[in-house]
């Protein structure tokens, strides 16, 4: 799952590898200038020790009027020379004692190094730099200033009336906006002109500044399917560029965007059109919460047109063409049965069933068996003189729409057809093409399967 740390609004990546776990004491130099009023905490990462791959770090401050609570201060990740910092709380900016941690987990559970400071007097140290497994070097150095970074919106040409955000950037440090994406756009960078014109190069500022960000509405969408066995709340999240979808978990797929009543690869099966345009995400991540409580998610998949996705990772069913269809003409049949009167099995008309059937002879074997393999759960009787519903097969859903097919004119309302199953479904036959592309799912109840 990709991961963001937002530190003072730096998109920094970070990061380090320990061995062993160390502390040193440094004290005030003999000859000290008055001390400097000190708002960050700045950590020059080395290249070989501590530095040497990603890891997260945190700075714990206590002595003066107060202290962090363990493992203390954000600094975020950061490897090879990168350098880290974070804001002091007011209350925290007189300390006199430090120690910087290193750990292997951004939840700061597995502790890999940490470095002890004391300083004689508070606020006379901000800037550390990392030496060796051991040892870290501190010195006085000049705060810089703080501007402020306004920042808007400009969608398909129009600049937001607001600012959207603001971030503060320190005089010292090169800043690069976090990231900021919409749903349902795809991002174009950030610009120093509201017309996007000019791009902004991640630079140390000189003043306060205004960025806009360029974002056009996703002119098409990328129509996936997702097969899940016992899963509760769905939500899709897409990533790469824009996150399209909104920020993880990403958007919630609503009970109409599950194919309600259907059985298809021993799962449940959900579509959802993702938002998409030229530049826009690569990769799908699809997750199960019950409320907020998140209880399992897929692997960083990539996002591809036209796919049927599937939560058993032991069977790879991404980038599976014969499976989308398969799904697909599931889809359109459940829906078209749903919308139908009394929900009876294939009420379709005579030109509608002529079509499906054509698709479906166009699929390939495999397709071919996912669709018969699958089973819709509808009502038994289309009078409804009980509540019985059942597991039909498409298999048998098929055969019936072949007959409807290959019958002289398109059968009355109530006539019946044969089926291959028990008992026999009756027929109803009043959806048009129309209603079959757009009609929406009907659910008395679900069956658990």
């Known amino acids: 799952m990709k991961k963001k740390n937002l530190v003072l609004g730096l998109a920094l990546c970070l990061g380090a590898m320990g061995v062993s776990t160390a502390f040193l004491s440094r004290t005030k130099p003999a000859v000290q200038t008055e001390a400097t009023s000190v708002s960050h905490i700045y950590l020059k990462l080395d290249t070989t020790t501590w530095g040497s791959a990603e890891a997260y770090y945190t700075a714990h401050l206590w002595g003066g009027t107060s202290e962090t609570t363990w493992p203390g201060l954000d600094l975020g990740t950061g490897s090879n020379g990168a350098e880290l910092s974070v804001v002091l709380p007011s209350a925290n900016k007189g300390y006199t004692h430090l120690i910087l941690a290193r750990w292997k987990d951004d939840e700061h559970t597995t502790e890999w190094n940490r470095v002890q400071v004391d300083l004689a007097s508070a606020e006379q140290y901000n800037y550390f730099t990392i030496t060796n497994w051991s040892a870290v070097e501190s010195s006085l ?38 990231d900021y994406f919409v749903s349902g756009t795809v991002f174009g960078g950030w610009y120093t002109d509201s017309a996007c014109t000019a791009a902004y190069t991640a630079t140390t500022l000189t003043g306060d500044t205004t960025l806009y960000a360029k974002y056009t509405t996703a002119a098409s969408a990328k129509r996936v399917y ?224």
């Not at 993880?248 to 579509?271: D, E, I």
């Open 226 to 449: 997702f097969g899940a066995s016992g899963w509760t709340d769905v939500y899709v999240y897409t990533f790469g560029t824009s996150e399209t979808c909104g920020t993880f978990p990403g958007t919630k797929m609503a009970a109409t965007a599950a194919v309600t009543n259907v059985n298809f690869q021993s799962k449940g099966l959900y579509s959802y059109d993702v938002p998409f345009g030229t530049g826009g995400d690569t990769n799908i991540i699809f997750s199960n919460y019950s409320g907020t409580t998140k209880i399992a998610q897929t692997a960083d998949l990539v996002l591809t047109d036209s796919v049927y996705y599937a939560s058993d990772s032991a069977k790879d069913y991404a980038g599976s063409a014969d499976l989308y269809n398969a799904a697909n003409w599931v889809k359109t049949i459940a829906t078209a049965v749903a919308s139908a009167t009394n929900a009876s099995v294939c009420s379709i008309s005579k030109e509608d069933a002529t079509a499906d059937v054509a698709l479906y002879k166009g699929y390939s074997t495999d397709a071919q068996t996912a669709i018969n393999g699958a089973t819709l759960y509808t009502w038994k009787d289309i009078n409804r003189v009980d509540t019985e519903k059942l597991d039909v097969s498409f298999a048998a859903i098929y055969a019936q729409l072949d007959k409807i097919s290959t019958t002289s004119t398109s059968p009355a309302a109530g006539v019946v057809l044969d089926n291959n199953t028990t008992p026999v479904l009756v027929m109803v036959i009043s959806l048009s093409v129309a209603a079959l592309a757009a009609g929406g799912l009907w659910m008395s109840r679900r069956k658990e399967h």
């Open 141 to 178: 150095s000049t705060e810089g200033t703080d501007y402020t970074v306004s920042e808007y919106k400009v969608t398909d040409g129009t600049v937001g009336a607001t600012v959207s955000r603001t971030e503060t950037a320190n005089s010292t440090v090169t800043f690069t906006p976090a």
